[in-house]
């Protein structure tokens, strides 16, 4: 086989491997690769084939990586999410709360519920904040 020929299946396999990662390193290895292996059949020589893919590589890896990472990073919304978005929220005692247990309406859902103090009951209808989740249990505190 030729060293184009090598060049093309590294590049194509470094790109695939690009799935399993996400991280865009071997994206920028394969497109080195790739470089090379054109240079390689139009050029000839391994060697060239070698100064290509390090120096395509290094550009794509410093220049072009950060940029995508920056405009992939920016799409993502930095809401709180899951869990977190509900500590500090009100809800609404359905079931008697105490240190044991009990039930609570946050946001439309139930949730196993229990005091923070351990010491007081919070009787239904009474609003609480959500101070923490400890597994699928709200841990709340009676509003005043």
Same mark, same amino acid.
Do not use: P, Q, R
């Given at each position: 086989?030729? %060293?184009a020929v090598i060049w093309l299946i590294v590049g194509v396999l470094l790109v695939v491997a690009e799935l399993l990662s996400g991280e865009f390193v071997l994206l920028m290895l394969g497109g080195g690769a790739l470089a090379a292996g054109g240079v390689s059949l139009l050029v000839g020589g391994p060697l060239v084939? *070698? &100064?290509v893919f390090a120096v395509v590589s290094v550009l794509l890896l410093f220049a072009v990586r950060p940029a995508l990472r920056r405009r992939l990073d920016r799409g993502i919304d930095p809401a709180v999410m899951h869990h977190k978005a509900l500590l *500090? @929220? =009100?809800a609404v005692v359905v079931a008697r709360v105490d240190e044991h247990g009990g039930r609570v309406k946050i946001g439309g859902d139930l949730w196993s519920a229990r005091t923070s103090d351990g010491h007081h009951a919070i009787e239904p209808g009474a609003r609480v =904040? &959500?101070?923490?989740?400890? *597994? %699928? @249990? %709200? !841990? !709340? !505190?009676a509003q005043d």
């Open positions: 086989m030729t %060293a084939g *070698g &100064v *500090g @929220t =009100t =904040t &959500v101070l923490s989740i400890s *597994g %699928a @249990t %709200a !841990v !709340v !505190v």
